[in-house]
C-alpha cells in the first residue's frame, strides 16, 4: 500500500493563507479520489475537499469559495491552497487516498471521505489566531 506525506501546515493569523501539499508514493493515487480531512481539539473529523480522477472537486459548506483543491498528477501530489483562513479551521489536516480504487475514481460527497477513503497520511497541524 502506497504512502501519502502532508507537508504546509503551520501557524496563521485570521485572513490569511496557507497551502498544503500531499505527496503520493504511488502514482496510481492520482487516478483515484483524493481529499483532505481535518480535525479539531474536541471535534469530529470533517470531510473539506476531494477531487476525482478528471479533476472534479467537492468541497465543504464551510471552505466554499475559501479553499481549493487542486493535483498534478505528474508529481503525484495533491494541493490545498486555504485562503481566508478563520479560527475555526484549525485543526489537523489528512490527505485521505482511496488507494484500493473502491470507488473507481469517483469522489464521495465530502461528509462521507473520512470514512470511505482509507489510505491516510500523517497529518499536518493548521493553526489560525485571531
Known amino acids: 500500500q502506497g504512502q501519502l506525506v502532508e507537508s504546509g501546515g503551520g501557524s496563521v493569523q485570521a485572513g490569511g493563507s496557507l497551502r498544503l501539499s500531499c505527496a503520493a508514493s504511488?502514482?496510481?493515487?492520482?487516478?483515484?479520489?483524493m481529499g483532505w480531512v481535518r480535525q479539531a481539539p474536541g471535534k469530529e473529523r470533517e470531510g473539506v475537499a476531494a477531487?476525482?480522477?478528471?479533476?472534479?472537486?467537492k468541497y465543504a459548506d464551510s471552505v466554499k469559495g475559501r479553499f481549493t483543491i487542486s493535483k498534478d498528477n505528474a508529481k503525484n501530489t495533491v494541493y490545498l491552497q486555504m485562503n481566508s483562513l478563520k479560527p475555526e479551521d484549525t485543526g489537523m489536516y489528512y490527505c485521505?487516498?482511496?488507494?484500493?480504487?473502491?470507488?473507481?475514481?469517483?469522489?464521495?460527497?465530502?461528509?462521507?471521505?473520512?470514512?470511505?477513503?482509507?489510505?491516510w497520511g500523517q497529518g499536518t497541524l493548521v493553526t489560525v489566531s485571531s
Open positions: 477531487i476525482d480522477r478528471d479533476g472534479g472537486t
Open positions: 504511488i502514482s496510481t493515487y492520482s487516478t483515484y479520489c
Open positions: 485521505v487516498a482511496d488507494g484500493a480504487g473502491l470507488h473507481r475514481g469517483d469522489c464521495p460527497r465530502t461528509e462521507y471521505i473520512d470514512k470511505a477513503l482509507h489510505t
